[in-house]
């Protein structure tokens, strides 16, 4: 049987990509044009990190600029901030998009648990300015059982907080989720009303949308026609030109099954079409994609960055690159 990544290729023409540097693409203002790059692991050797990305084919990278399971914000290394920034800049890597920790709860009830993912998320903004990051994305959290209303308000009322106090050149992005348990964001009004409170920011708040989380929350983009209807939802409700940043991610979890678990493109269940309609929308055109799909290992637990090339082909040839 044809996979789906045999199904994407077929008739590209195009050799598997060897790890030279990739031909630059034209420069362009951060969240215009067609950006293609992945999440890289840094392993606290973030130059490296840039000089593989540019290596497989991205001309944009998302990193952690911390512990993305810890509370504990990141030491102050300005040195190794300035270095990755050049780095970057040097490689062609725009846009530079920073993923918050995972335990940033603003939702949350717990006064000591909403006040660290303030503090968190506010070191997050400031790291990211020293990376020469354009936005940070973060989930929005859960709220516990107290109600959707209760746990936006908390959102709304951090980021009240946050973002007078954090550098203005880098964006706070709010990235949808699947909507298990008491989680927020799956639902594209709840994301629209947070950013509609905020008129004064609306150069610096936007949104992340995950594919992955797209399906998993029911959200149905498995054909064209589907597709559309739920791109004429996030228009509806935030405004396309407020997504700044597609997160790339098949997932073998079934529609609706509100379970976040990445594949690779083209070893999931997520149809091509549905990828490809929204890849191509013209009214996307501006936001980055990003990969966050496993990596392959070799025998001795080593990144197949051969395979991760070929991961980017895949994603430029649904984007029509």
Same mark, same amino acid.
């Given at each position: 049987?044809?996979?789906?990544?045999?199904?994407?290729?077929?008739?590209?023409?195009?050799?598997?990509?060897?790890?030279?540097?990739?031909?630059?693409?034209?420069?362009?203002?951060?969240?215009?044009?067609?950006?293609?790059?992945?999440?890289?692991?840094?392993?606290?050797?973030?130059?490296?990190?840039?000089?593989?990305?540019?290596?497989?084919?991205?001309?944009?990278?998302?990193?952690?600029?911390?512990?993305?399971?810890?509370?504990?914000?990141?030491?102050?290394?300005?040195?190794?901030?300035?270095?990755?920034?050049?780095?970057?800049?040097?490689?062609?890597?725009?846009?530079?998009?920073?993923?918050?920790?995972?335990?940033?709860?603003?939702?949350?009830?717990?006064?000591?648990?909403?006040?660290?993912?303030?503090?968190?998320?506010?070191?997050?903004?400031?790291?990211?300015?020293?990376?020469?990051?354009?936005?940070?994305?973060?989930?929005?959290?859960?709220?516990?059982?107290? /109600?959707?209303?209760?746990? $936006?308000?908390?959102?709304?009322?951090?980021? !009240?907080?946050? %973002?007078? #106090? =954090? @550098?203005?050149?880098?964006?706070?992005?709010?990235?949808?989720?699947?909507?298990?348990?008491?989680?927020?964001?799956?639902?594209?009004?709840?994301?629209?009303?947070?950013?509609?409170?905020?008129?004064?920011?609306?150069?610096?708040?936007?949104?992340?949308?995950?594919?992955?989380?797209?399906?998993?929350?029911?959200?149905?983009?498995?054909?064209?026609?589907?597709?559309?209807?739920?791109?004429?939802?996030?228009?509806?409700?935030?405004?396309?030109?407020?997504?700044?940043?597609?997160?790339?991610?098949?997932?073998?979890?079934?529609?609706?099954?509100?379970?976040?678990?990445?594949?690779?493109?083209?070893?999931?269940?997520?149809?091509?079409? /549905?990828?490809?309609?929204? $890849?191509?929308?013209?009214?996307?055109?501006? !936001?980055?994609? %990003?990969? #966050? =799909? @496993?990596?392959?290992?070799?025998?001795?637990?080593?990144?197949?960055?051969?395979?991760?090339?070929?991961?980017?082909?895949?994603?430029?040839?649904?984007?029509?690159?």
């Amino acid at each position: 049987m044809e996979s789906n990544t045999e199904k994407i290729l077929q008739g590209s023409g195009e050799a598997e990509p060897a790890l030279t540097p990739a031909s630059p693409l034209p420069p362009a203002d951060p969240f215009s044009g067609r950006r293609v790059g992945r999440h890289m692991p840094t392993y606290s050797r973030p130059v490296k990190a840039a000089k593989i990305a540019r290596q497989i084919g991205c001309n944009a990278i998302q990193i952690f600029a911390g512990n993305p399971t810890g509370w504990r914000p990141p030491a102050d290394n300005l040195a190794a901030s300035t270095a990755f920034a050049k780095a970057a800049r040097d490689l062609e890597l725009d846009p530079v998009v920073i993923h918050a920790p995972y335990l940033i709860n603003l939702a949350s009830p717990d006064e000591f648990i909403w006040e660290k993912s303030i503090v968190l998320l506010s070191s997050m903004l400031q790291r990211g300015a020293q990376l020469g990051a354009k936005s940070v994305v973060f989930h929005t959290g859960s709220h516990r059982g107290t /109600g959707v209303e209760a746990g $936006l308000a908390r959102i709304i009322e951090a980021l !009240a907080r946050i %973002l007078p #106090e =954090t @550098p203005p050149e880098v964006m706070v992005l709010l990235e949808n989720d699947v909507g298990a348990g008491g989680s927020l964001g799956h639902n594209f009004e709840q994301l629209g009303s947070v950013l509609h409170l905020f008129p004064q920011y609306a150069t610096r708040l936007g949104i992340c949308i995950d594919t992955a989380h797209l399906w998993g929350a029911g959200h149905d983009i498995s054909s064209a026609t589907s597709t559309l209807q739920v791109l004429q939802q996030c228009d509806d409700a935030f405004g396309l030109e407020r997504l700044k940043v597609i997160h790339l991610n098949d997932t073998k979890m079934a529609l609706g099954s509100h379970r976040d678990a990445h594949a690779r493109i083209g070893e999931g269940i997520i149809p091509e079409e /549905g990828l490809y309609t929204l $890849l191509r929308d013209p009214r996307l055109q501006h !936001a980055a994609v %990003l990969l #966050e =799909t @496993p990596i392959k290992t070799d025998a001795d637990d080593k990144e197949d960055w051969e395979h991760d090339a070929q991961q980017l082909l895949l994603a430029k040839k649904l984007m029509g690159l």
